[in-house]
């Protein structure tokens, strides 16, 4: 029993990690994936094609990949730049700190490319009746998008948006590709000991989080039951 509980612990601090990095990921992802979407949304060619690119190869490569991509790339440019200051692979000094931020960049660039095509779908699902509405009203465009257009908008990427946050707390355990000491990281450890149980464990930790978030999504969308026609 007591190994029972000092598992748990050290499976809930793992946890307290992999939810920090999920936090972070969606503070920056999101911002990060509107301004991109209005990228690719834009009239100026070059920026729409280069933001469409860069999506596509974002959507289109493994997270995994992408990860170690960030983490190894400034370690072999470093070898590139000053072959006699290398000191191998990784970031210059591969601390807790710096996988960390690695894996959090790699998320955050990722989720930022899927997150474009949501809000750049929602915002072009909208009848250009809506904007010419707001125009008669003697609104500003900058009023228009954002009472009339960006409300709309929200209930109609909730669902496609839940998909992917539900997805991201999952994908966290990919850091522990990069030795990030993650929930699936700490469960791991202990296989070392012959204990398998644990990484079930970590599972239920997910299930239960994909549970809770699941039902947040559920009552938003049910606030947002107003639009219906």
Not at 24 to 29: G, N, P, S
Not at 105 to 115: K, L, S
Not at 168 to 192: G, H, R
């Amino acid at each position: 029993m007591t190994q029972f509980f000092e598992v748990c612990s050290t499976l809930a601090n793992g946890f307290i990690l992999s939810f920090s990095l999920f936090i972070l990921t969606l503070i920056l992802a999101l911002p990060l994936g509107l301004v991109m979407s209005f990228c690719t949304m834009s009239k100026f060619k070059p920026l729409s094609w280069l933001s469409k690119v860069v999506v596509w190869v974002l959507r289109g490569t493994p997270l995994m990949l992408q990860i170690f991509a960030i983490f190894y790339l400034p370690g072999i440019l470093n070898w590139f730049v000053w072959p006699q200051m290398h000191t191998g692979w990784a970031w210059f000094d591969a601390t807790f700190d710096t996988r960390f931020i690695a894996a959090l960049v790699a998320f955050a660039i990722n989720y930022a490319a899927y997150f474009s095509e949501i809000f750049r779908g929602g915002i072009q699902s909208i009848s250009r009746g809506q904007y010419e509405a707001g125009q008669v009203l003697g609104l500003t465009k900058r009023q228009i998008f954002f009472k009339i257009v960006l409300l709309q908008v929200i209930k109609r990427i909730i669902p496609p948006m839940s998909n992917e946050i539900i997805t991201l707390i999952k994908d966290t355990s990919l850091a522990n590709t990069i030795a990030v000491c993650e929930l699936i990281f700490k469960a791991k450890e202990y296989m070392l000991d012959g204990l398998i149980w644990p990484l079930f464990a970590a599972g239920g930790f997910y299930l239960i989080f994909v549970g809770l978030l699941t039902i947040l999504f559920g009552k938003i969308e049910k606030r947002l039951d107003y639009f219906k026609a």
